[in-house]
């Protein structure tokens, strides 16, 4: 099992060679990089960051530091795995590790710096919920894009939610398909125990818009006098939970996760039986 362990002196040498590894192999270590590696209690530590170790079976196989920029914001940065251990998830646990020592310490945005060409490890910020912004130019010679998330979901942020869940609920009251389907995107994977039921696929499982269309079409058909009451949203980190009484006063909640045009991708459906 992989466990994540603070800094200590004793695995200071870990966080320069993992670095050095994969700067030296994909680019060049650039002055900012030298000074981060061999002193990182003077670049990092005594700044107010953090630095993190996954440790497996006694050996340091990965690392991540967060650099205190001020005004509330930390760069996840130096995030580097044993090239040994790839594929066993350690780059998530240290990102997953990183942005919840982020939160424990009232950090309201995280901030990174990459490469397009480390898809993998872009993969893993997009799925921890960081999004594109606009890149300075100088920060690294390497970097190519700029990546930020933030932590502190924000009264605006809470307000666009709430609005979605209750123009969502009025577009269903309203049958009215075509802004129903305005919430969803071309590539929506949806899955629901009453898509079984209905017939319309015996794994429940549902990929793309038009297949969503069928399907609706086919709800709306049956239930001529569907309605929903929204009884509570439940916001996520791009996500949304809207919990609400259907069909014969059953109740139903649905995980909603959203793509970054703000359209839904992904949902998997609960109902009360």
């Not at 993190?52 to 650099?67: D, N």
């Not at 993969?123 to 912004?133: L, N, P, Q, S």
């Not at 010679?141 to 930020?148: H, L, P, T, V, Y």
Request: charged fraction near 25%.
């Amino acid at each position: 099992m992989i466990k994540i362990i603070p800094y200590s002196i004793e695995n200071k040498p870990y966080f320069e060679s993992l670095n050095r590894a994969w700067l030296t192999k994909y680019f060049t270590v650039e002055p900012i990089d030298e000074h981060v590696l061999t002193k990182p209690e003077e670049a990092i530590l005594n700044e107010g960051g953090h630095i993190l170790f996954a440790e497996y079976k006694t050996r340091i196989i990965g690392t991540v530091a967060l650099k205190s920029m001020g005004n509330g914001v930390m760069e996840l940065t130096k995030m580097a795995i044993d090239e040994s251990f790839h594929g066993m998830g350690a780059g998530k646990l240290l990102c997953d590790a990183a942005i919840t020592l982020a939160k424990a310490l009232a950090v309201k945005k995280l901030i990174l710096y990459s490469q397009t060409k480390l898809a993998i490890a872009i993969g893993i910020y997009r799925k921890f919920g960081f999004k594109e912004t606009s890149l300075e130019v100088g920060i690294y010679k390497r970097a190519d894009i700029k990546m930020e998330l933030s932590l502190n979901k924000t009264m605006e942020q809470q307000q666009q939610l709430s609005n979605f869940a209750k123009q969502w609920i009025q577009d269903w009251n309203d049958h009215n398909l075509d802004n129903i389907l305005s919430h969803y995107s071309e590539e929506i994977q949806f899955t629901s125990p009453i898509i079984q039921q209905l017939g319309v696929d015996k794994n429940g499982n549902l990929n793309g818009k038009e297949s969503l269309r069928k399907y609706f079409s086919i709800g709306l058909e049956k239930y001529p006098q569907l309605t929903f009451h929204l009884i509570h949203e439940l916001i996520g980190l791009n996500s949304v939970v809207l919990f609400y009484k259907s069909i014969n006063d059953s109740y139903s909640a649905e995980f909603m996760e959203f793509d970054e045009k703000g359209k839904v991708k992904r949902v998997h459906a609960h109902y009360t039986s």
